[in-house]
């Protein structure tokens, strides 16, 4: 079985994730960017997205690109600052088509977000936010930014990839 990693992200650490995960199993990885990178070549897909305000930032490619993603889509990581909850799997199936979900087992990473690395407009959101956020510490995060970008947290994924070679 053919597979590949196809991921979207903006800040680095959802790119980080594929790559890692790449390394580990000797998946491809493309950037949804590249116009090169053709899901249709292969058997099977890891899709890994960032959040960005409440929303996965694939969901735009994915619905372009349900067709080809339809049947050989097995599991999607999100990279967000929210940590697993009802909350962040209520934003993942408001994102992406129920078909396309209902067919990935969905893995929650933690994400990473540097003030130094955002323009002055997504800062000057990031800390309105922090006013309005009822939650103390995801307030904190917004307002001073946070890593939780883990390496470890990629294991059950990397499991995954492995006993689904072994098995087809
Ligand atoms: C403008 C902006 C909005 C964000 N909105 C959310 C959000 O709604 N929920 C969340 O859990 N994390 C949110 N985050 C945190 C990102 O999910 C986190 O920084 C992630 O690591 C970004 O992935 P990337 O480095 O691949 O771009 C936001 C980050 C930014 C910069």
């Known amino acids: 079985m053919n597979g590949a990693i196809f991921f979207s992200g903006k800040y680095g650490s959802t790119e980080q994730y594929a790559n890692w995960i790449g390394e580990a199993t000797g998946l491809p990885v493309f950037n949804i960017k590249d116009s090169k990178a053709d899901p249709l070549k292969y058997d099977y897909l890891i899709l890994g997205s960032s959040i960005v305000y409440f929303k996965l930032t694939i969901r ?83 307002r001073f930014g946070f890593d939780h970008v883990d390496k470890d947290s990629i294991e059950p994924i990397v499991e995954w990839i492995r006993q689904f070679q072994t098995v087809k």
């Open 60 to 142: 735009k490619w994915a619905k372009a690109n349900l067709s080809k993603l339809n049947g050989q889509s097995k599991v999607l990581f999100s990279v967000s600052g929210a940590d697993p909850s009802d909350k962040l799997e209520r934003w993942v199936s408001k994102s992406l088509p129920s078909v396309l979900l209902s067919q990935m087992k969905h893995v929650a990473l933690g994400g990473r977000l540097d003030h130094s690395k955002v323009g002055w407009s997504v800062r000057l959101m990031l800390w309105i936010g922090s006013l309005i956020n009822p939650d103390p510490s995801a307030s904190k995060e917004e």
